[in-house]
Nanobody, 120 residues
Framework: DVDLAESGGGSVQAGGTLRLSCVASGVTVAMAWFRQVPGKEREGVASIDVLGPTTYEDSVKGRFSISRSDDKIKMFLQMNDLKPEDTGMYYC?????????????????WGQGTQVTVSS
């Protein structure tokens, strides 16, 4: 099993920035960020393969950037120009295979989440 721990959430005004971090207890091929608001399904935000390929949900392209540390254990999400619709609980996920499709079912390991709130 892989344990994941997120940090970096908070409350910002629209147009602000946040940087989320996730630390894993081991290396996995794929890591990703998902977000969820009450009453809605968890949606993929961005993912990254251990070799470098990335994918982004359309609404965050050009504003968010996903990366991993050199030791591949840490993952980051730089979030710029935040919008109220970015509000949600952000979850770190990890899995054994990567695909460009952001599907929650592809990820076996999940963190507890970190809250991001963007006010207008």
């Amino acid at each position: 099993d892989v344990d994941l721990a997120e940090s970096g959430g908070g409350s910002v005004q629209a147009g602000g920035t946040l940087r989320l971090s996730c630390v894993a207890s081991g290396v996995t091929v794929a890591m990703a960020w998902f977000r969820q608001v009450p009453g809605k399904e968890r949606e993929g935000v961005a993912s990254i393969d251990v070799l470098g390929p990335t994918t982004y949900e359309d609404s965050v392209k050009g504003r968010f950037s996903i990366s991993r540390s050199d030791d591949k254990i840490k993952m980051f999400l730089q979030m710029n120009d935040l919008k109220p619709e970015d509000t949600g609980m952000y979850y770190c996920a990890a899995g054994s295979t990567w695909s460009p499709q952001l599907r929650a079912r592809d990820y076996a390991y999940w963190g507890q989440g970190t809250q991001v709130t963007v006010s207008s």
